[in-house]
């Protein structure tokens, strides 16, 4: 498939995609998911949304009850979208970087950004000045829009000619002083389906970002399978969640998906754990988007608030213990939809729902999706054994000027570094990523059921399992747990906690090391950094 002729005037962005030898397969399977050439995501979600569904429906809402109507979200994106291109010369294909907590006015500057023809790039309001810096110069940011209250990290980074204009303050250069003075319609530039929209960088959760380069019509691809798929969304469901927009798994469920549906969302600038189920409650949330960490985390308060509201809840971001699972049904009567996505394929590509859930497992391919478990020569592995998830469907990997692009694509699949099993059924089932597969005394240890064997324990409220370099075993398990408040961090504890492992495992699979922590390492978007457990030193042996 040959890319069509471009609209941007800055081809930085298409300048920069891997070479087509190296991109993976795509699937356009189903009739909905082939686009017309010229496409404009933002004008998609926005202006047919408006067609569709009409102009007085709510579309965001903030913590404080503030409602914005799709009408009035539509007259502010066009508005912001005229001082984008009038006031501050941004031209199709520069690169914009967003920054900001999630509010209202954050997804606005999305829209705004996309219906202009440039490219976003989407960063975490926790991003510090070294990792913004790096950012930048690998995507050649020119332009920054940027919350008033978080330009000093964005200054710190002193980013060569780039330009920082701030929103929600008072000055006379803030970009929503500079919107308010232009009208409040835009046509938005006619972009080509396959012109970069998003450069989304990589939670880090191993180290150096990776910059995901996606197309226009790969946001509404996105939109078109799972959540068409499998979320099944309805336009008076209201969704929330705790992923910031600067994460894509947070752009989809929070902006993307309720758009596409003609639904609404709220946008808690706070949205962990504590703050979820009391805005769930009091404002009647219907579709929830959270880690299996958080999930965990709120089965201790969910008595306490109504839930009743709720009809969806989504998991993802890393993998759902059956355990987990089960405590949520039992508490609420509401059946996790479990799925795992990636940045490089921007949301979720394997799932399942309702009476399809199969607990302890991932699910089945997403319609529009295909799905293998491959051996490291790429050949498919038989149902029941161990191999790598290789994934591929209307999305694919294109990593903005990396020789890792070899790495995730090959054979032309998206190679997802997660090692799985196929059922003979067709789900499939999480065993761990490829690189915390524990290879000790000859012994093949997944260290995420070494995990779900932990959190089992009524006293554990995160654990964190990794491999330690070994003279006699080559690698042994070692354990990191959070325990509940006032528990002594022992070695009675800690042994305690290994004879109950010991009774649900392998002995070879039990930890020989338990470290108590405060806190386990995870980015801003609550992935688990087990590299950083890897690095630090060996914690008192119990």
């Not at 380069?213 to 946001?219: A, C, E, G, P």
Request: proline residues 7%.
């Amino acid at each position: 498939m040959e890319l069509t002729p471009s609209a941007h005037l800055d081809t930085f962005a298409r300048d920069h995609l891997p070479p087509r030898e190296q991109w993976p397969g795509l699937v356009f399977d189903l009739p909905e998911l082939r686009y017309p050439d010229r496409l404009n995501c933002g004008a998609e979600l926005l202006d047919r949304t408006v067609e569709r569904f009409g102009a007085d429906r709510p579309v965001f809402r903030d913590g404080a009850g503030r409602v914005w109507t799709y009408g009035e979200l539509r007259g502010r994106v066009d508005r912001i979208a005229h001082a984008l291109t009038r006031d501050l010369g941004v031209v199709p294909g520069n690169r914009v970087l967003l920054r900001g907590p999630t509010t209202p006015w954050l997804a606005a500057c999305w829209l705004a950004v996309m219906k202009a023809g440039a490219v976003a790039v989407t960063v975490l309001a926790q991003a510090r000045a070294r990792e913004l810096a790096v950012m930048c110069e690998m995507a050649r940011v020119g332009h920054a829009v940027c919350d008033v209250r978080t330009v000093d990290d964005l200054v710190k980074a002193e980013v060569p000619g780039l330009r920082i204009t701030a929103y929600g303050g008072d000055g006379p250069d803030d970009l929503l002083h500079l919107a308010a003075r232009h009208p409040g319609t835009y046509e938005a530039v006619g972009t080509a389906a396959d012109d970069v929209a998003l450069i989304a960088f990589t939670s880090g959760t191993t180290g150096r970002p990776k910059g995901c380069m996606h197309f226009h019509r790969d946001v509404l691809a996105v939109a078109d399978t799972f959540s068409a798929h499998v979320l099944r969304p309805e336009p008076d469901d209201l969704f929330a969640g705790s992923p910031p927009l600067g994460f894509t798994f947070g752009l989809g469920g929070l902006v993307i998906f309720p758009m596409r549906a003609g639904a609404s969302a709220l946008l808690l600038e706070q949205a962990g754990p504590k703050q979820l189920l009391p805005a769930v409650a009091e404002h009647r949330v219907t579709v929830l988007f959270t880690a299996p960490t958080a999930y965990r985390v709120m089965l201790d308060e969910v008595d306490a608030h109504d839930t009743g509201s709720l009809r969806r809840c989504v998991s993802a971001g890393e993998n759902l213990p059956a355990a987990t699972w089960r405590a949520w049904y039992e508490r609420t009567g509401l059946r996790l939809i479990n799925g795992i996505g990636a940045t490089e394929l921007l949301h979720i590509f394997v799932s399942a729902a309702d009476d399809a859930i199969r607990p302890g497992t991932t699910g089945v391919p997403v319609p529009g999706w295909h799905a293998r478990v491959v051996d490291a020569s790429g050949e498919p592995v038989p149902d029941g054994q161990e191999g790598l998830l290789a994934v591929r469907g209307p999305v694919g990997c294109r990593y903005l000027a990396d020789p890792r692009q070899t790495e995730y694509v090959r054979h032309g699949w998206n190679i997802t570094g997660d090692t799985y099993v196929r059922e003979p059924d067709g789900y499939l089932r999480y065993v761990a990523r490829a690189d915390d597969m524990i290879i000790s005394a000859g012994y093949n240890i997944a260290g995420p059921q070494v995990e779900e064997a932990l959190l089992a324990h009524p006293d554990v409220v995160e654990a964190a399992v990794v491999g330690a370099p070994d003279e006699v075993r080559g690698h042994i398990v070692v354990a990191y747990a959070v325990l509940r408040d006032g528990l002594p961090r022992d070695d009675s504890t800690a042994e305690a906690l290994r004879t109950f492992v010991k009774d649900r495992l392998a002995p070879y699979k039990c930890p020989r090391r338990i470290v108590f922590l405060d806190a386990l390492p995870r980015t801003a978007t609550g992935k688990l950094q087990r590299f950083r457990l890897r690095q630090d030193e060996p914690g008192t042996r119990p």
